[in-house]
């Protein structure tokens, strides 16, 4: 059970970084959802996996729209956005990795899903 824990924690943290970003947002259904949709870990089935994978894609393409955002409004404004790309560059791609978890073995089997063809 720790280890399938460890294993979930990326997807976790992501759908955490999720929430506190529509919190800030002031987005509080989302934000709900993003701190609800972990709970559907505990199905044991391979849709799970699915919608989580989706979610986790869509949340990572909510990462780049804001980062293109707010890129725009430092540039209107002048101020540096370098810094600002990196962060939030690694952010949206931690947040599409994490769908990547469900490939190893011991979640494939947990949630009923084959390795492959």
């Given at each position: 059970?720790?280890?399938?824990?460890?294993?979930?924690?990326?997807?976790?943290?992501?759908?955490?970084?999720?929430?506190?970003?529509?919190?800030?947002?002031?987005n509080?259904?989302?934000?709900?959802?993003?701190?609800l949709?972990p709970?559907?870990?505990?199905?044991?089935?391979?849709?799970?996996?699915?919608?989580?994978?989706?979610?986790?894609?869509?949340?990572?393409?909510?990462?780049l729209?804001?980062?293109?955002?707010?890129?725009?409004?430092r540039?209107?404004?002048?101020d540096?956005?370098?810094?600002?790309?990196?962060i939030?560059?690694?952010?949206?791609?931690?947040?599409?990795?994490?769908?990547?978890?469900?490939?190893?073995?011991?979640?494939?089997?947990?949630?009923?899903?084959?390795?492959?063809?």
């Amino acid at each position: 059970m720790t280890m399938v824990f460890m294993r979930l924690l990326p997807v976790l943290i992501s759908f955490v970084l999720l929430a506190a970003h529509f919190s800030r947002g002031d987005n509080q259904p989302l934000m709900l959802l993003s701190l609800l949709f972990p709970l559907l870990l505990l199905v044991r089935k391979p849709w799970v996996v699915t919608a989580v994978q989706v979610a986790l894609v869509v949340g990572g393409l909510e990462w780049l729209r804001r980062t293109l955002e707010l890129v725009q409004q430092r540039q209107a404004a002048g101020d540096p956005w370098t810094r600002l790309v990196v962060i939030l560059g690694v952010v949206a791609l931690f947040t599409m990795a994490s769908a990547l978890v469900f490939r190893w073995a011991a979640l494939q089997e947990r949630y009923g899903r084959s390795s492959g063809p």
